[in-house]
Antibody
Framework: QVTLRESGPALVKPTQTLTLTCTFS??????????VSWIRQPPGKALEWLAL???????YYSTSLKTRLTISKDTSKNQVVLTMTNMDPVDTATYYC????????????WGQGTLVTVSS | QSVLTQPPSVSAAPGQKVTISCSGS????????VSWYQQLPGTAPKLLIY???KRPSGIPDRFSGSKSGTSATLGITGLQTGDEADYYC????????????FGGGTKLTVL
C-alpha cells in the first residue's frame, strides 16, 4: 500500500525559506522508474508542478522557479525534501508530494497536501 | 498561464455525456502519455486515466480517454452528481525545460 505524507510549517514569513518533507511508504525510491514530485495549488487555482527527483538522483525543476527550489532524497528514510527560498505571499498554496512512474507515465499516488501560508 | 489548454468549465445533466479537451504541443502531448486527474472539493487529485486511455483499478468504465496528435480528450458518460469536480490533464514535457505540465483545470457541473 503506497502512501505519501507532507510535513512542514503551516505559516512562513516573506523572504524566509520553506522546507517541506515528504515521507512515503510502500515503495522504494531506489527502484528503477520511481520518481517523487512536488506539486502545488494556490487556493482556487490550478495545479502547478514544481520539482521531481528520480531513482537515479536526477532532478528536474519548474523553469519559472528553478532558482528558488532544491529537491533531495534520503532513500534510507524514505523521504524527499523540497526547499523553496525567498517565500512570497503569492507562494501561498497547498503543497502536494506525489509518486510518478517513469517520468511521463502517470502520477499514481498523491499525498493529502499541506497548506502553507506566507504572511508577515 | 498553463502549458496545456483546457476549457474552464463544462456542464451537463445527470445521465448525459460530457467531454473535456486538453490541447498541447509536440514537446508534451504529441510525444508523451497523457493522464487525467479528478479533484473533488477539498481533496487531493486522484488518477483517473493514464497512458492516454487506461483506467486504474476501481475507476468505472464511464470514464474514458483518447489522444490524437497534440490533443487529448476525457469523456464521461452516465453523469452523476458525484462527478462534480475539477479535472486536470497532465503529461511530461520533453523540451529543454523538461518537466511535468498540467492543464488549467476544468470545472464539471452536473446540472
Amino acid at each position: 500500500q503506497v502512501t505519501l505524507r507532507e510535513s512542514g510549517p503551516a505559516l512562513v514569513k516573506p523572504t524566509q525559506t520553506l522546507t517541506l518533507t515528504c515521507t512515503f511508504s510502500g515503495f522504494s525510491l531506489s527502484t528503477s522508474g520511481m520518481c517523487v514530485s512536488w506539486i502545488r495549488q494556490p487556493p482556487g487555482k490550478a495545479l502547478e508542478w514544481l520539482a521531481l527527483i528520480d531513482w537515479d538522483d536526477d532532478k528536474y525543476y519548474s523553469t519559472s522557479l528553478k532558482t528558488r527550489l532544491t529537491i533531495s532524497k534520503d532513500t534510507s528514510k524514505n523521504q524527499v525534501v523540497l526547499t523553496m527560498t525567498n517565500m512570497d505571499p503569492v507562494d501561498t498554496a497547498t503543497y502536494y508530494c506525489a509518486r510518478i512512474l517513469s517520468y511521463g507515465d502517470r502520477i499514481d499516488y498523491w499525498g493529502q497536501g499541506t497548506l502553507v501560508t506566507v504572511s508577515s | 498561464q498553463s502549458v496545456l489548454t483546457q476549457p474552464p468549465s463544462v456542464s451537463a445533466a445527470p445521465g448525459q455525456k460530457v467531454t473535456i479537451s486538453c490541447s498541447g504541443s509536440s514537446s508534451n502531448i504529441g510525444n508523451n502519455y497523457v493522464s487525467w486527474y479528478q479533484q473533488l472539493p477539498g481533496t487531493a487529485p486522484k488518477l483517473l486515466i493514464y497512458e492516454n486511455n487506461k483506467r486504474p483499478s476501481g475507476i468505472p468504465d464511464r470514464f474514458s480517454g483518447s489522444k490524437s496528435g497534440t490533443s487529448a480528450t476525457l469523456g464521461i458518460t452516465g453523469l452523476q452528481t458525484g462527478d462534480e469536480a475539477d479535472y486536470y490533464c497532465g503529461t511530461w514535457d520533453s523540451s529543454l525545460s523538461a518537466g511535468w505540465v498540467f492543464g488549467g483545470g476544468t470545472k464539471l457541473t452536473v446540472l
